[in-house]
């Protein structure tokens, strides 16, 4: 588990670099594969029990394209300032509108950061919705499943409806 111990935090400001291996990382599987090593960098800003993160990840992932489902490789360089606070800080009320401040803000348990959990949030907030190899992908025939953008297939793509069968009846006959 990838922490940051707190009770070493002796002075206002800190600085923090490290870097890991992808395979000291549990990545996300369906989502991503980490291909570069990690790198975490960030100055840590400290005000009595409550700390403010701010820095970066670098790596490089690969993802399936969402069309044709080949591999492609994705850099990234997110950016991040986040303030933790102590997990008994955080109020119980049950409906609560969130604010657009409380976007940065966490929580901390037993004067520990997850450094994992960050990791992870922001290199699946990095990854797009639908990641595509290229924009003029043309994905895979939806009849055979060939990739086409190497080569075209001899499928019919024209489906008709059976369902509109009747209709295409009365058409025909108009």
Not at 18 to 41: K, M, N, S, T
Request: aromatic share 6%.
């Amino acid at each position: 588990m990838l922490v940051l111990n707190l009770k070493r935090i002796r002075t206002a400001q800190e600085r923090f670099e490290q870097a890991y291996q992808p395979g000291e990382f549990a990545a996300d599987p369906d989502a991503y594969r980490i291909v570069e090593p990690i790198r975490l960098a960030f100055d840590i800003f400290k005000d009595k029990d409550q700390f403010r993160l701010a820095g970066s990840v670098k790596t490089t992932l690969e993802l399936a394209c969402s069309r044709c489902l080949d591999t492609l490789t994705l850099p990234v360089d997110a950016a991040f300032d986040l303030r933790y606070h102590p997990r008994t800080a955080a109020g119980g009320e049950d409906d609560v509108e969130i604010e657009a401040d409380d976007l940065t803000d966490a929580f901390y348990e037993h004067d520990e950061i997850d450094l994992g959990q960050l990791i992870h949030e922001q290199l699946l907030l990095s990854v797009p919705m639908k990641p595509l190899c290229s924009g003029a992908c043309q994905g895979l025939c939806p009849v055979c499943g060939t990739n086409l953008n190497s080569g075209a297939c001899a499928c019919k793509r024209d489906w008709d409806d059976p369902r509109l069968a009747e209709l295409k009846k009365l058409r025909a006959k108009s």
